[in-house]
Nanobody, 127 residues
Framework: QVQLVESGGGLVPPGGSLRLSCAAS????????IGWFRQAPGKEREVVSC????????YYANSVKGRFTISRDKAKNTAYLQMNSLKPEETAVYYC????????????????????WGQGTQVTVSS
């Protein structure tokens, strides 16, 4: 069964850090680009960060550059999003998604173009 399962969300004070995990089962992430998205209450879903299948290409939204880091562990078939210096306005449900790509630097910014999606994990930034 093909599945993406996020974990690592929770409650963190402003300025704190969290590492989100996105574990894949039923397929290998080696041939897939990964995207992290988030959706805050009353707002549209937005792309946060992406990484290509080769890991050579990455993208970060301007709002998270320098604070978030996307990565993937081949052996664990898991992608990660390290989030530092979190802000209250970043409270949202965070989702990972995977899409089969062919180019070493291909990243995908549109939710609907992905092949698989996780169920989301809640991140709350509050004191």
């Amino acid at each position: 069964q093909v599945q993406l399962v996020e974990s690592g969300g929770g409650l963190v004070p402003p300025g704190g850090s969290l590492r989100l995990s996105c574990a894949a089962s039923g397929f290998t992430l080696d041939y897939y680009a990964i995207g992290w998205f988030r959706q805050a209450p009353g707002k549209e879903r937005e792309v946060v960060s992406c990484i290509s299948s080769s890991l050579r290409g990455t993208y970060y939204a301007n709002s998270v550059k320098g604070r978030f880091t996307i990565s993937r562990d081949k052996a664990k078939n898991t992608a990660y999003l390290q989030m530092n210096s979190l802000k209250p306005e970043e409270t949202a449900v965070y989702y990972c998604a995977a899409v089969r790509t062919s180019g070493d630097y291909d990243v995908v910014f549109t939710w609907g173009e992905y092949d698989y999606w996780g169920q989301g994990t809640q991140v709350t930034v509050s004191s």
